[in-house]
């Protein structure tokens, strides 16, 4: 099949949806289908991808379409418009990646135009949190006259997890729900660093590790963290706090609870980890940490329980019920008593560590390798396909 992906943006810098739409469309092109990604040249916040545009570049087995934005606040690209118009049709299907953006909406106009079957994947924003929250009027209108008939006109929602379905309901849409992961390449988790690696380049010596890997934004809950570890520290000396991801503004935030806290000395920033570093990060790590108030997935979750990490989510994560029914970590209500005693538990329980680690490879290779998730995601293009087809 021919596929075309959209996207607003594609650069690492935006974090999950341009991760999760790339390893996607390697997967799927590894699999033998044609696959193509329209997206913008746009890069936060440096300003724009030094990359050419108006031209298929060759990526994995794939080829990106890069378009100038001429409005960038919302990602307005007349050069893509227009080749959304002139070749749409030449694609079986289009999967669309997110929402309220220009991209998204003009990729389902012109499918629709040109009865092309599409697939919308909202990447959490259909949590009615985010989807009914505090925003201007305008927006408003624009949801119900653009975005929720962009939506009931799709072939099927595509969600990633059957919590994010179930958060989605109260909207009422009228459209097939799919439930299909994001996936990992297992082979990069095959071959961990040498046990030691990273307590050894950031001096640690023999302490234990809570490592929390994301976004250092208030949305991950990342106040509860630091107010369950510091009753973590208080009765165990030789433990760490790791904070591995890029700063999306929050960090002097926490860095001001660490020190209200007295902690800060038990607190360490890294800033993104990538490729070796991120593995040697996980491989020394004995406890991951993601008490979020809101996460549609939680790829790092995946990562942690994919290196025999034992887990500690909220129960907002919304791979919280695998985690659980898998038995590879604990769950939590967003609550900082109840975070510290899962934390204490598995540092005073090196069993029960090493069993929910064992079950967390377990289950990441039953359900998020890119095999099965790729098989999952064909089957769901090509049932549209047929649909439109005998219309």
């Known amino acids: 099949m021919k596929i075309l992906h959209v996207l607003a943006?594609?650069?690492?810098?935006?974090?999950?949806?341009?991760?999760?739409?790339?390893?996607?469309?390697?997967?799927?092109?590894?699999?033998?289908?044609?696959?193509?990604?329209?997206?913008?040249?746009?890069?936060?916040?440096?300003g724009r991808l030094n990359v050419a545009v108006n031209t298929p570049i060759a990526d994995d087995g794939y080829n990106?379409?890069?378009?100038?934005v001429q409005f960038p606040p919302y990602m307005i690209s007349v050069e893509m418009a227009k080749a959304l118009r002139d070749?749409?049709?030449?694609?079986?299907l289009v999967h669309i990646h997110g929402l309220y953006r220009f991209p998204q909406a003009v990729a389902a106009h012109y499918a629709r135009r040109h009865d092309v079957p599409y697939i919308v994947?909202?990447?959490?924003?259909?949590?009615?949190?985010?989807?009914?929250?505090?925003?201007?009027?305008?927006?408003?209108?624009?949801?119900?006259?653009v975005e929720l008939r962009n939506l009931n006109s799709a072939g099927a929602i595509q969600f990633t997890s059957e919590e994010e379905m179930n958060l989605a309901q109260p909207l009422g849409l009228r459209v097939p729900s799919?439930?299909?992961?994001?996936?990992l390449e297992l082979s990069e988790y095959e071959n961990l660093p040498r046990c030691g690696t990273f307590k050894d380049k950031y001096g640690l010596g023999d302490t234990k590790v809570i490592l929390h890997m994301g976004r250092i934004n208030f949305k991950k809950g990342l106040d509860i963290l630091v107010r369950a570890f510091a009753q973590v520290a208080i009765p165990k000396e030789d433990i760490r706090l790791v904070l591995a991801g890029p700063d999306d503004g929050y960090g002097r935030q926490v860095s001001e609870l660490l020190m209200q806290e007295g902690i800060e000395d038990k607190a360490l920033f890294t800033s993104m980890l990538q490729g070796d570093d991120k593995l040697a990060a996980l491989k020394d790590a004995d406890i991951f940490a993601l008490p979020s108030y809101s996460e549609n997935f939680g790829v790092?979750?995946?990562?942690?329980?994919?290196?025999?990490v034992p887990v500690v989510i909220s129960n907002k994560?919304?791979?919280?019920?695998?985690?659980?029914?898998?038995?590879?970590?604990?769950?939590?209500?967003?609550?900082?008593?109840?975070?510290?005693?899962?934390?204490?538990?598995?540092?005073?329980?090196?069993?029960?560590?090493?069993?929910?680690?064992?079950?967390?490879?377990?289950?990441?290779?039953?359900?998020?390798?890119?095999?099965?998730?790729?098989?999952?995601?064909?089957?769901?293009?090509?049932?549209?396909?047929r649909k439109n087809t005998k219309r």
Request: aromatic share 10%; net charge positive; proline share 5%.
């Open 64 to 68: 990106v379409w890069h378009f100038p």
């Open 9 to 46: 943006n594609i650069s690492p810098s935006y974090g999950g949806t341009s991760k999760a739409c790339t390893e996607m469309c390697r997967a799927l092109a590894s699999a033998g289908e044609e696959i193509t990604i329209y997206t913008s040249n746009m890069d936060y916040p440096k």
């Open 87 to 92: 070749h749409v049709k030449e694609f079986n």
């Open 317 to 385: 994560v919304n791979i919280w019920r695998e985690v659980q029914a898998g038995g590879a970590g604990l769950v939590t209500p967003c609550d900082a008593q109840k975070v510290a005693e899962a934390m204490l538990f598995l540092l005073n329980d090196e069993d029960s560590r090493r069993k929910m680690g064992r079950a967390g490879r377990a289950l990441v290779r039953e359900n998020y390798g890119w095999d099965s998730v790729v098989r999952d995601m064909l089957a769901a293009y090509q049932a549209r396909v």
């Open 300 to 308: 790092a979750v995946i990562e942690a329980m994919a290196c025999g």
């Open 121 to 145: 994947q909202p990447h959490g924003v259909l949590d009615p949190f985010l989807f009914y929250g505090r925003r201007p009027i305008r927006k408003r209108v624009y949801e119900y006259m």
């Open 178 to 183: 799919i439930v299909v992961p994001l996936g």
